[in-house]
């Protein structure tokens, strides 16, 4: 059972930072790309930034030069350090953990960690 666990979410006023952490049950390695998602009221969730297990990594247009994804591997962590945040910003933010199998994509989710951002 892979449980993914956000952490680091809160309010921050325009222009602020905030990390954001998702730690995992086991080792990240077994995963092919860890990512993180965002849901905004009203709108579909949608893809923020990810990083596979190569350290490729992979961002929204809208956060590119904003926000960095990284991993520890030896914490089983990943983290999404935003910055220069901005209202259109917030959103209940997701980890996500892909795993290509033999039957096919399986992803993993957290809870989610909500951001709010004020203007």
């Known amino acids: 059972q892979v449980q993914l666990v956000e952490s680091g979410g809160g309010l921050v006023q325009t222009g602020g930072s905030l990390r954001l952490s998702c730690a995992a049950s086991?080792?990240?390695?077994?995963?092919?790309?860890m990512g993180w998602y965002r849901q905004a009221p009203g709108k579909q969730r949608e893809l923020v930034a990810a990083i596979t297990n190569l350290d490729n990594t992979n961002y929204a247009d809208s956060v590119k030069g904003r926000f960095a994804i990284s991993r520890d591997n030896a914490k089983n962590t990943v983290y999404l350090q935003m910055n220069s945040l901005k209202p259109e910003n917030t959103a209940v933010y997701y980890c996500?953990?892909?795993?290509?199998?033999?039957?096919?994509?399986?992803?993993?989710w957290g809870q989610g960690t909500r951001v709010t951002v004020s203007s």
């Open positions: 086991g080792s990240i390695l077994r995963f092919n790309a």
């Open positions: 996500n953990a892909r795993a290509n199998t033999a039957w096919g994509i399986e992803d993993y």
